[in-house]
C-alpha cells in the first residue's frame, strides 16, 4: 500500500483493516469449491466403484481435501504457544518529538492501527489460561515508516541476564523430557533446580512468586519493554528509554487456589474473556508510558541499564504517559491472524534502536529465526497479519510461498538496467540508520561486574508488597517448592531467599521443614567455570529507595467496575425489585451481569415475570465471576436447598470476593459459612447498592485468607 505522506493513517482511516479486507472471505451465499475454484457438487461422499466399492484415486475433490487436513498443522512456538490476540488502535497524546522521530510518536494526529497478542510462556498451544506463569504482551504497531514491535513481558524484569542462557531457562521449565510432566507449570524440579544455582534470576522469580503471574484477565496486566531500548530525535540524538503499559481497568490478580479450579472449570477463561469484554463493547485500555534516561546519566544508577534483570523504580525516574491504546476489534480468523502473527523485537522504525543489552542482542537473531521454521520460509513477512502497511520493495525473491509478484529482469544493487531502483532512502527520506555508538573494547566472554547485584532489586520488591501480597509470595514459594521432589534443591532455594529477605526465608522453610542457611561465598555450590565466580556471590548495591509503592498492586485498583463479572445467584420465587433492579443498575454500570439458576430455562419471579437463566449450577462456577449478589425472595430457600448454590457462595467467599445479599439473602450467607465468617469486610447484607460497587472496585478482601475457615 502506498503511503499518503501528507494524510497518513489520519482522520480514523484504518489502513491495517482496509489491507487485511482484501485477504478476508466470507462463505456467505457463496458455492462451494475446490481450491481450484471448481463448483463441488457432492462434499458427502468419495467417488468408488459402486455403492459398496472401492474408493478411487481418482477422486482429486477427496485428495485435495484430506491433504490440506493432513497439513493443517504447523509448529506450536517454542516458547508462549499459549495465546490471544486483538486489533487495536494506539493513539498518542503528545508529540515525543524532542527524543524521537518515530512518526507515530511525533503526530497527535496520527491513528496507529496495532495487534496485540497475549500469552502464557510455558504450557503449550492448548494449555490452560490461568498458570502461574509470566505473561506475554506482544504489540505489532503497523506505522507509516514499517512495523515496529514492542515484544514485552507482564513483568518489568527478566529471568536471565544473558540470552545464550535462554534456551536452559525454557529447558528448565517446560514440562520434563523424560514423561512430559508438568504441563504449564514452573513447579517441578528442573525448574528449581536451574533457578537455585541462577541468583541473576531471583528479582524475577519474586515477580513469578507474586499475584501478578496470576493475573484475573489480560485486560488487568501491565506490559513492560523490559530491556532499556533508545529513542533518536531528528538530531541523532539519543536518550535511554524504557516502556511501560498502564492498563485503565486496573491491575488485578485471582488467588491461587482460584486459578487451580479455573484451570479445570474454563481453561479458555482469558482468552474468553477478552474476547467476550470486546464483543460486548468493553474495549479494553492502556496508556503508554516511557522512562527517560538522558545518554550522559547511562552510568548513574545503582544497577546497569543494560542488565535485563534490573527495572528503573518509578520513584526513581517517573513514567511519563504518552499515548494509549484501545483494543476495539476480535479477530476475524484464530490461525490466520492470532496464530500466525510474527513478532520480532528487531522491527523497528527510524527513531527507536537497540541498545547493548547481551538479552536484547540474542533475542534479534532468535525471532526471524523461530519464524522460518514455524511458518514454513523466509516469506512469513507476506502473511496479510504480517504485511507492513507499506509495500515491501527490495531485492529479496523467491523461497517458499512467495505471493509477491516482483516485475523486471533486476533483483540486485546497485544496478543500472532498474534505474537503480529501488533506492536507497537518505536519512532525511526516511531511510534507517542505526546509532552510531563508540565501542572500543577486547573481545570477550564476561560479564560486567555492574552486573553482579542479583539480590537489592528483589529485595526492594519484597519490601514494597503490602501485607497481603507478601503473604502471597510466602504461599507461592511453598507451593512451587512443595511440588519439588528433590530437598536439596528447597534447601537451595530458602538459602537463596535468605540472601533477599530474612522473615521470607524463615517462613518459607518453616511450611517445608527447613531452616535456611547462609552459605559460605559462593552462594550456589554447583558453578560454572566461566570465569565470572563474583557473579555467584550475595552482594547489594545501596539503592537510594527502601520502598517503590509503583510495584504493590494494592495501589493499581480500577476506578470503576466496567466489565467486572457479576453473578445474581438466584431461583424461582425471587422478588422483583430486589433481582430487577440490581440488575439494571449493574449492567449501567458497564458490568457483565449473569442469571445463575438450579437450572437453564427462565427464572419466574414472585410476579410471575420470566427472564433467562445465562448458566445453571451444574455449568456455572464461582471461580469465573468478580463478585456474587443473592437477591431476596422465595428463591432463597431453594437456594439453601441445593449444595452447588451454598458451594457457590462458600467458594466465593473463600476466594475473598465481594458477595451482596438483599433481606433474606442472607440466610444463603448463614448456610455456606461459619458464624465468624460472617462479620467479614466484603460482605454486604444492607441492600445498598453503592456499598457492593465500592466493595466489586476493592477487587478482594484478602484479610480473610487468614482465617482459612471457610472449607470449599
Ligand atoms: Fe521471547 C516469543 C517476550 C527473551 C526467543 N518472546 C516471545 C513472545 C513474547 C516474548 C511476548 C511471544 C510473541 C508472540 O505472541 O508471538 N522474550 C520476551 C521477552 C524477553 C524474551 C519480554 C526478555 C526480555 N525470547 C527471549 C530470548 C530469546 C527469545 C532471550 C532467545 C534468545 N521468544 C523467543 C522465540 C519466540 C519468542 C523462540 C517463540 C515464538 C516466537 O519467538 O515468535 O524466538
Known amino acids: 500500500m502506498k503511503i499518503n505522506e501528507s494524510e497518513p493513517f489520519e482522520n480514523g482511516a484504518n489502513p491495517k483493516q482496509e489491507q487485511l479486507g482484501k485477504f478476508t472471505t466470507d462463505n ?11 463448483k463441488i457438487n457432492d462434499d458427502q461422499n468419495s467417488l468408488k466403484t459402486g455403492e459398496r466399492g472401492a474408493t478411487l484415486l481418482e477422486d482429486f475433490i477427496l485428495r485435495e481435501k484430506i491433504t490440506h487436513f493432513d497439513h493443517e498443522r504447523i509448529p506450536e512456538r517454542i516458547v508462549h504457544a499459549r495465546g490471544s490476540g486483538a486489533h487495536g488502535v494506539f493513539e498518542l497524546y503528545k508529540s515525543m518529538e524532542k527524543y524521537t522521530k518515530a512518526k507515530f510518536l511525533n503526530n497527535t494526529s496520527i491513528k496507529t492501527p496495532v495487534f496485540v497478542r497475549f500469552s502464557t510462556v510455558a504450557g503449550f498451544r492448548g494449555s490452560t489460561d490461568v498458570p502461574r506463569d509470566v505473561r506475554g504482551f506482544a504489540v505489532k504497531f503497523y506505522t507509516q515508516e514499517g512495523n515496529y514491535d514492542l515484544v514485552g513481558n507482564n513483568m518489568p524484569v527478566f529471568f536471565i541476564q544473558d540470552a545464550t542462557k535462554f534456551p536452559d531457562l525454557v529447558h528448565a521449565v517446560k514440562p520434563e523430557p523424560h514423561n512430559e510432566i508438568p504441563q504449564a507449570a514452573s ?30 484477565s489480560l485486560r488487568t496486566m501491565e506490559g513492560f519493554g523490559i530491556h532499556t531500548f533508545r529513542f533518536i530525535n531528528d538530531e541523532g540524538k539519543s536518550h535511554f528509554v524504557k ?60 544497577f546497569d541499564l543494560l542488565d535485563p534483570t534490573k527495572l ?22 484464530f490461525f490466520a491472524e492470532t496464530e500466525q502473527v510474527a513478532f520480532h523485537p528487531g522491527h523497528l522504525v527510524p527513531g527507536i534502536d537497540f541498545t547493548n543489552d547481551p538479552l536484547l542482542q540474542g533475542r534479534l537473531f532468535s525471532y526471524t529465526d523461530t519464524q522460518i521454521s514455524r511458518l514454513g520460509g523466509p516469506n512469513f513477512h507476506e502473511i496479510p497479519i504480517n504485511k507492513s502497511i507499506p509495500e515491501v520493495t527490495n531485492n529479496q525473491r523467491d523461497g517458499m510461498h512467495r505471493m509477491q509478484i516482483n516485475k523486471g529482469r ?51 520488591f519484597y519490601k514494597s508488597m503490602s501485607e497481603d501480597e507478601k503473604r502471597h509470595i510466602q504461599n507461592a514459594f511453598a507451593f512451587e517448592l512443595g511440588k519439588v521432589k528433590i530437598v536439596p534443591i528447597r534447601q537451595r532455594m530458602v538459602n537463596m531467599l535468605l540472601e533477599i529477605d530474612k522473615e521470607l526465608a524463615q517462613i518459607v522453610g518453616d511450611k517445608l521443614g527447613l531452616v535456611p542457611e547462609r552459605l559460605p561465598q559462593p552462594i550456589t555450590d554447583s558453578i560454572p567455570a566461566d570465569g565470572d565466580l563474583e557473579r555467584y556471590h550475595s552482594f547489594k548495591e545501596k539503592l537510594p529507595i527502601q520502598d ?56 419466574t419471579t414472585k410476579s410471575g415475570d420470566q427472564y433467562p437463566v445465562d448458566e445453571s449450577l451444574l455449568t456455572a462456577a464461582s471461580v469465573v465471576f468478580d463478585a456474587v449478589y443473592v437477591p ?27 458477595i451482596a445479599v438483599n433481606k433474606n439473602g442472607k440466610n444463603l450467607l448463614e448456610e455456606a459459612l461459619p458464624k465468624s465468617a460472617l462479620k467479614s469486610e466484603g460482605l454486604s447484607t444492607t441492600g445498598n447498592l453503592n456499598d457492593f460497587v465500592a466493595d466489586i472496585k476493592q477487587h478482594r478482601f484478602w484479610k480473610r485468607e487468614k482465617g482459612n475457615s471457610v472449607p470449599a
Open 243 to 302: 516502556f511501560h503499559w498502564k492498563p485503565k481497568q486496573g491491575v488485578l490478580g485471582l488467588a491461587w487456589d482460584e486459578a487451580q479450579r479455573i484451570a479445570g472449570k474454563d481453561t479458555d477463561f482469558h482468552r474468553r474473556d477478552l474476547w467476550e469484554a470486546i464483543d460486548e463493547g468493553h474495549f479494553p485500555e492502556w496508556e503508554l508510558g516511557v522512562q527517560i534516561v538522558p545518554q550522559e546519566d547511562e552510568h548513574k544508577y545503582p
Open 410 to 460: 533486476v533483483a540486485y544493487n546497485p544496478n543500472s538496467m532498474g534505474g537503480g531502483c529501488p533506492f536507497q532512502a537518505m536519512i532525511s527520506e526516511g531511510g534507517f540508520s542505526s546509532f552510531e555508538e563508540r565501542i572500543d573494547s577486547k573481545k570477550i566472554r564476561r560479564r560486567s561486574k555492574s552486573f553482579f547485584d542479583h539480590f537489592s532489586q528483589p529485595e526492594l
Open 632 to 658: 431476596g425472595g422465595d428463591s432463597v430457600k431453594i437456594l439453601c436447598e441445593n449444595a452447588d448454590a451454598v458451594h457457590f457462595v462458600a467458594e466465593a467467599f473463600k476466594h475473598c470476593k465481594p
Open 28 to 38: 456467505q451465499g457463496e458455492f462451494m469449491t475446490t481450491d481450484q475454484g471448481l
Open 548 to 603: 517503590a509503592p509503583s510495584l504493590t498492586m494494592s495501589k493499581k485498583l480500577p476506578t470503576d467496575i466496567q466489565a467486572r463479572r457479576i453473578a445474581i445467584l438466584t431461583a424461582d420465587g425471587v422478588e422483583d425489585e430486589a433481582f430487577t433492579k440490581v440488575k439494571k443498575n449493574l449492567c449501567d454500570l458497564g458490568a457483565m451481569v449473569a442469571i445463575i439458576a438450579p437450572k437453564h430455562g427462565f427464572v
Open 312 to 333: 528503573i523504580p518509578e520513584e526513581m525516574v517517573p513514567v511519563e504517559i504518552i499515548g494509549k491504546m484501545t483494543l476495539n476489534r476480535n479477530p476475524d480468523n
Open 187 to 216: 513447579a517441578h524440579d528442573t525448574f528449581w533446580d536451574f533457578i537455585s544455582l541462577m541468583p541473576e534470576a531471583m528479582h524475577n522469580v519474586m515477580w513469578l512468586m507474586s499475584d501478578r503471574a496470576i493475573p484475573r
